[in-house]
């Protein structure tokens, strides 16, 4: 993640962009020709509960940072889970190299849904768990590992939920891809006064994309668009409109935030612009060359982060995770997939 400030990973004001209103249209069931996107609920309910408790398993191995026995546990759990919804998966392995020299056993892992689908959208989110509680407003916590309950935990676990959903349904138009990206928050913290280092961050979706970019063979077919979820379980949370996201893919956070409406949490998901977040879309953008958004939150209040006050801290728990908004996010991305036509 690139830092602005005294924070890697906050929101750049200077990237604002001119905002973006969703389109009114009539009450159907059909999609909207402008976002494609359908005028009242479709698909299946999103159960919180059950991305709740992906999110709960996902903590019990402890934090899952690099190069640890709870990482590699977890990792070979979340394989497995999607596995047991009927996804076909596979991993990339690799060694990276971090800020400070350190190598990284890093594993993508990515599952698919109806490989034979020639239209295909991906989901993904990163699982790996901050190394340092580098933002703690106690110093002495500043070399303690992060929970990651949100920053990491609940965007694989809502792909879980949506995969274990989307396993059981046979309506489905459209092929979906998740990738669990790894070693995304190994980036430099800020006890280590190395200025700005925005290539440290993100860098199995670095590695990934790169890969991608050569061999396209890694997916079933090249995904229309795709979605990265980061960090949406959190109390209090709001999905402004991310700057990169509307950069490189407008018309997806149109299409994502009119969804949001459609199924009733449009509160979730403001029509404002909370800035640019160097986050794993921006690899997959740019080298990948998948149009993809990023669902992030910001807190334009919050005097901790504008990521919120657990944001790399060690209060990042399962104490913090609201049922709320794992259903807002879910049944939104639901919502956007089962409007998909073939």
């Known amino acids: ?16 962009l001119p905002l973006l209103l969703s389109l009114a249209a009539c009450k159907s069931n059909k999609p909207s020709p402008e976002q494609g996107t359908f005028d009242t609920p479709v698909g299946p ?15 019990a191995f402890g934090p899952r940072t690099m190069n640890s026995a709870a990482h590699d546990q977890c990792g070979q759990w979340i394989a497995d889970k999607f596995r047991s ?8 392995e690799a060694s990276l190299r971090g800020y400070d020299g350190t190598m990284l056993s890093s594993t993508n892992i990515m599952a698919t849904l109806n490989p034979n689908a020639e239209r295909r959208i991906l989901l993904c989110a990163h699982w790996d768990s901050r190394p340092w509680a580098d933002n703690d407003p106690d110093s002495t916590n500043w070399h303690k590992p992060v929970m990651a309950a949100n920053d990491g935990a609940s965007g694989v676990a809502v792909m879980l939920e949506i995969a274990r959903l989307l396993g059981r349904n046979d309506s489905l138009a459209v092929g979906v891809d998740f990738v669990c990206f790894d070693a995304e928050d190994w980036g430099t913290p800020q006890w280590a006064n190395q200025g700005d280092q ?21 997916l079933p077919a090249k995904p229309v668009y795709g979605i990265l979820l980061d960090m949406v379980g959190g109390q209090g949370a709001r999905f402004y409109q991310e700057g990169f996201s509307l950069r490189y893919a407008s018309d997806i956070v149109a299409k994502v935030w009119k969804a949001a409406q459609v199924v009733g949490y449009g509160s979730f998901f403001p029509e404002s612009v909370g800035g640019g977040v160097t986050d794993d879309h921006v690899p997959v953008n740019e080298v990948a060359g998948i149009p993809t958004i990023d669902i992030i939150p910001y807190y334009p209040d919050c005097a901790q982060s504008s990521f919120g006050p657990t944001w790399h801290t060690v209060n990042d728990d ?10 807002a996010v879910g ?3 639901v919502q956007v997939i089962f409007s998909e036509q073939p």
């Not at 309910?45 to 903590?59: G, K, N, R």
């Open 331 to 333: 049944q939104t991305v």
């Open 45 to 59: 309910s999103f159960v919180a509960d059950s991305a709740y408790a992906f999110c709960e398993a996902q903590c």
């Open 198 to 218: 925005s290539d440290s961050w993100a860098l199995g979706a670095q590695h990934w994309a790169k890969q991608y970019a050569s061999q396209p063979s890694l």
């Open 318 to 327: 399962m104490q913090h995770i609201d049922l709320g908004t794992l259903q």
């Open 1 to 16: 993640m690139i830092s602005f400030g005294s924070l890697s990973r906050c929101f750049a004001a200077a990237l604002a």
């Open 85 to 92: 919804f009927g996804c076909e998966v596979s991993t990339q």
